[in-house]
């Protein structure tokens, strides 16, 4: 067991606590095995009733995955990079699946791998702390984590917007969008907690007798132009949408969209258009595995965390530099099918 998750049961209530502070709890390979242990354990005690997830100090819910560890990986031989994949993406399958009510406290910052573990839960409780975003474009990687099936399943075109520009959302917009069930100030949490763990058979009315009106929503105020301008699966043809637009804010999303990695963006709204289409969120990430594989190998991971996590110059020399250089061949040789025995799969415990 790894210091870096706290786990324990409370009156019926498994408690799944990430711990790495420091880090903005951001998930490593053996945080996502204690989960899983934690969660195939709980699915046959009667005796648990329900799953809370948080996080213990610090100003984060979770920032993603231990992204450093993943591009020295990618450096080498990619074999520990592909075991955090691996791990990863059957605990978000198994969140996704799992038949008993988890409730997730996204307060504080929710980025990448935090998305992958909350965007499951049932409940899901932002706070005026929560700052929600896919910001893998910056670094070169892609929306994993179930990204492929949750953004495309959100209003309009809020998913491709949020997956292309890696914009950051608070709380409010969470509520609005529909990616938290409720919303409340941070100055509650424990004493909602204390309620829950008191009553877990009174989960679902104690945390609407306990939600607030959220603030108004940023994302509300520019949702028209959201799904005028990005209504394109073809990057060449948003950047045109943004370029005739003028507004300002649509030149905000230029200037943001210049400093992302033209791979990523095609692979996002790629991404989007097939896991709209998938009925099953194992295939959803059988997917996103195969890109995994085939991205980190890509000159544009190694050098999005070079300029963004280690150097910190944040001016990313990304391989194609344009749009037009990132091929449809170059696209789809990054979704291709791996050898059988080297496919994702979701845990023995779940194939029926």
Same mark, same amino acid.
């Given at each position: 067991m790894?210091?870096?998750?706290?786990?324990?049961?409370?009156?019926?209530?498994?408690?799944?606590?990430?711990?790495?502070?420091?880090?903005i709890?951001a998930?490593?390979?053996?945080?996502?095995?204690?989960i899983?242990?934690?969660l195939?354990?709980?699915r046959?005690?009667?005796?648990?009733?329900?799953?809370?997830?948080?996080?213990?100090e610090?100003?984060g819910?979770?920032?993603?995955?231990?992204?450093?560890m993943?591009?020295?990986?990618?450096?080498?031989?990619?074999?520990?990079?592909e075991?955090?994949?691996?791990t990863?993406?059957?605990m978000?399958?198994?969140?996704?699946?799992?038949?008993?009510?988890?409730?997730?406290?996204?307060?504080? @910052?929710?980025m990448?791998?935090?998305?992958?573990? !909350? %965007?499951? +839960?049932r409940?899901?409780? $932002? *706070?005026e702390? #929560?700052?929600?975003?896919?910001?893998e474009t910056g670094?070169?990687?892609?929306?994993?984590?179930?990204?492929?099936?949750?953004?495309?399943r959100m209003?309009?075109r809020t998913g491709?917007?949020?997956?292309t520009?890696?914009?950051?959302?608070k709380?409010a917009?969470?509520a609005?969008i529909g990616?938290?069930?409720?919303?409340?100030?941070?100055d509650?949490?424990?004493a909602v907690k204390?309620?829950?763990?008191?009553?877990?058979?009174?989960?679902?009315?104690?945390?609407?007798?306990?939600a607030?009106t959220p603030?108004?929503?940023a994302?509300?105020?520019?949702r028209?132009?959201?799904?005028?301008?990005?209504?394109?699966?073809?990057?060449?043809? @948003?950047l045109?949408?943004l370029?005739?637009d003028? !507004? %300002?804010? +649509?030149?905000?999303?230029? $200037? *943001?969209?210049? #400093?992302k990695s033209?791979?990523?963006?095609?692979?996002?709204?790629r991404?989007?258009?097939?896991?709209?289409?998938?009925?099953d969120?194992?295939?959803?990430?059988?997917?996103?595995y195969?890109i995994?594989?085939?991205?980190?190998?890509?000159?544009d991971?190694?050098e999005?965390?070079?300029a963004v996590?280690?150097?910190?110059?944040n001016?990313?020399?990304?391989?194609?530099?344009?749009?037009e250089?990132?091929?449809?061949?170059?696209?789809d040789?990054?979704?291709?099918?791996?050898p059988p025995e080297?496919?994702?799969?979701?845990?023995?415990e779940?194939?029926?």
């Amino acid at each position: 067991m790894t210091d870096q998750v706290l786990i324990s049961v409370d009156n019926g209530v498994g408690r799944i606590r990430l711990n790495r502070p420091k880090a903005i709890h951001a998930l490593t390979t053996e945080m996502c095995g204690a989960i899983i242990d934690a969660l195939l354990a709980w699915r046959e005690d009667e005796s648990v009733v329900a799953v809370m997830l948080d996080h213990a100090e610090g100003r984060g819910f979770c920032a993603g995955g231990d992204i450093a560890m993943i591009a020295d990986s990618a450096r080498g031989d990619c074999s520990e990079a592909e075991q955090f994949f691996f791990t990863e993406y059957r605990m978000n399958h198994l969140l996704f699946v799992y038949a008993k009510p988890i409730i997730a406290f996204i307060d504080g @910052i929710v980025m990448g791998g935090g998305v992958g573990i !909350s %965007d499951p +839960a049932r409940y899901r409780v $932002a *706070t005026e702390r #929560t700052t929600y975003a896919m910001p893998e474009t910056g670094i070169g990687l892609f929306p994993d984590v179930g990204g492929g099936w949750f953004l495309p399943r959100m209003p309009g075109r809020t998913g491709a917007w949020l997956a292309t520009t890696g914009a950051r959302i608070k709380g409010a917009d969470c509520a609005a969008i529909g990616i938290a069930t409720h919303y409340m100030a941070s100055d509650k949490l424990d004493a909602v907690k204390a309620r829950i763990i008191a009553d877990p058979d009174g989960l679902a009315e104690i945390l609407d007798e306990m939600a607030d009106t959220p603030p108004p929503s940023a994302w509300q105020a520019h949702r028209e132009e959201i799904d005028r301008l990005f209504a394109s699966d073809r990057f060449e043809d @948003i950047l045109a949408a943004l370029e005739a637009d003028g !507004s %300002d804010w +649509a030149r905000e999303q230029l $200037a *943001t969209l210049a #400093t992302k990695s033209p791979q990523t963006i095609k692979v996002a709204l790629r991404q989007m258009v097939e896991g709209a289409a998938f009925t099953d969120f194992a295939d959803n990430m059988r997917n996103e595995y195969r890109i995994g594989h085939h991205v980190i190998r890509r000159p544009d991971f190694v050098e999005g965390v070079r300029a963004v996590i280690f150097d910190k110059d944040n001016a990313p020399r990304w391989n194609p530099a344009r749009p037009e250089d990132v091929t449809d061949e170059l696209v789809d040789s990054l979704f291709a099918p791996l050898p059988p025995e080297r496919e994702w799969t979701p845990l023995p415990e779940l194939r029926g």
